[in-house]
């Protein structure tokens, strides 16, 4: 298994600009998640998944849309780039969404810097 | 939501055992502790997850008293590579979903 995988590793945006961060798993996880992590800080949730086609806001949602038509994928998209959204960018699975399945399996990361 | 709070830093020595506390007081009845790993510049790494007593696997031991308002993590004999961020969640059952909320962690530095 692959387990979360991550594209690109590293992007850097002018501030308008728009892209998707791809995210996928072969685990045949339920649940997915993005979240952002600024320097010295810790991960704050943009948007989740509990399944294909349900997805849901998170902490930091503004700036971002998500959809989720396959179990497998994940992508998340930045309309619009602004510099505040320079972040690493971590997508994770996990097998359910009860309040015991809480083992999340993380990517390795995307680096995005916005100018 | 329950929040958490753990302390910012510890420092440890090789060989010690670490033990990071976390509260949560506002926890639901519903809700699982859980404890990450995160090493630089790659993504957190489960460590342990409990509900209530004492939780032990292979890396660490997770102990939650009756009240569940707080929750220890225990490494025992910790060595250099220990040395990383550790964050307490508290899993938020929230309609069909969970919304697994990080707060700040707390920085470990393992000394020789």
């Known amino acids: 298994n692959a387990g979360v995988t991550q594209t690109p590793k590293f992007q850097v945006l002018k501030t308008g600009q728009s892209m998707t961060l791809q995210c996928a798993q072969d685990m045949n996880h339920e649940y997915m998640s993005w979240y952002r992590q600024d320097p010295g800080m810790g991960l704050r949730l943009i948007h989740y998944?509990?399944?294909?086609?349900?997805?849901d806001q998170g902490e930091v949602p503004n700036g971002y849309n998500v959809s989720r038509s396959t179990t497998e994928d994940f992508p998340l998209r930045l309309l619009s780039a602004a510099p505040s959204q320079t972040s690493v960018y971590f997508c994770a699975s996990r097998h359910g969404s009860g309040p015991s399945n809480n083992e999340q399996f993380f990517g390795p990361g995307t680096r995005l810097t916005v100018l | 939501l329950a929040k958490t709070t753990q302390p910012i830093s510890m420092d440890s020595y090789e060989g010690q055992e670490v033990n990071i506390t976390c509260s949560h007081n506002?926890?639901?009845?519903?809700?699982?502790i859980t404890w990450y790993q995160q090493f630089p510049s790659q993504g957190p790494r489960f460590i342990i997850q409990?509900?209530?007593t004492k939780v032990t696997n292979e890396v660490a031991s997770l102990f939650i008293p009756a009240d569940r308002k707080s929750s220890t993590l225990s490494l025992p004999r910790v060595s250099l590579s220990d040395t990383a961020v550790y964050y307490c969640l508290v899993a938020f059952f929230y309609n069909q979903g969970g919304k697994l909320i990080f707060g700040q962690g707390t920085e470990l530095s393992v000394k020789p």
């Open positions: 506002n926890i639901a009845t519903n809700d699982y």
């Open positions: 998944s509990v399944g294909a086609g349900i997805t």
């Open positions: 409990g509900y209530k």
